[in-house]
């Protein structure tokens, strides 16, 4: 119940198309979902994050959708670029365990 | 950068042996939370400390322990090291209660022999 699945594993866009991660639950009693961006050799950076009283938030290129009866929500980025060549995980917390549940990661290669 | 430091970067040690890894915390941050994460895979949570005291656990041994100290650093230690162990080791940074951001450090990277 407390795990977070997530998909595709890879995924490979054009430079200046919509990149989509999409990401699962089961636990109701998660309320916080983050998106972390990790390069090679470093530790998962924030990149945004939802709560589930809202069904879609966007920062710049970075937009979270989420579904609160599908118990989905998925990650678009708009205008990929080759910096954005990164692999990215979801995540999600709840109020009792504080423990963030990560996603098995989506390597994403934006090729020019 | 998030101003989570951790150190050392890199580490190898042999099968049997005892690691201790460190980590300071982002200025004003007083809960600290460990992640291990093998290779090709996301962080998996060790436990957390909150103003030193232990604040939570995930479904890891005991011979994975931690400290937090009076100013919030922390450290991970693992006795009795298995191949397993070799991963990416991250600590987090956030500021009191559960809802908080986890901010990460760059981890320190543990090969056992």
């Known amino acids: 119940q407390q795990q977070v699945k997530q998909s595709p594993q890879s995924l490979i866009v054009q430079k200046g198309g919509i990149s989509i991660i999409n990401c699962a639950y089961e636990n109701t009693a998660f309320d916080y979902f983050p998106w972390y961006q990790q390069f090679p050799g470093k530790g998962p950076a924030l990149l945004i994050a939802i709560r589930p009283d809202v069904s879609e938030k966007k920062e710049g290129r970075f937009t979270i959708s989420f579904n609160k009866s599908a118990k989905q929500f998925s990650l678009h980025i708009m205008d990929s670029q080759p910096g954005d060549s990164a692999t990215y995980f979801c995540?999600?917390?709840?109020?009792?365990?504080?423990?963030?549940?990560f996603g098995s990661g989506t390597r994403l290669q934006v090729q020019p | 950068e998030t101003g989570v430091t951790q150190s050392p970067t890199h580490l190898i040690k042999t099968r049997g042996q005892q690691v201790t890894l460190r980590c300071s915390s982002q200025s004003g941050h007083n809960t600290v939370s460990w992640y291990q994460q093998a290779l090709g895979q996301g962080p998996q949570f060790i436990f957390q400390?909150?103003?030193?005291?232990?604040?939570g656990r995930g479904n890891f041994p005991p011979r994975f322990s931690g400290l937090q100290f009076p100013n919030y650093s922390s450290e991970l230690n693992v006795n009795a090291l298995e191949l397993d162990d070799s991963a990416l080791y991250l600590c987090?940074?956030?500021?009191?209660?559960?809802?908080?951001?986890?901010?990460f450090g760059p981890g320190t990277r543990l090969l056992v022999l």
């Open positions: 987090a940074s956030s500021f009191g209660g559960t809802r908080e951001t986890q901010y």
């Open positions: 995540a999600a917390q709840d109020t009792g365990r504080r423990a963030l549940t």
């Open positions: 400390y909150y103003r030193e005291e232990e604040n």
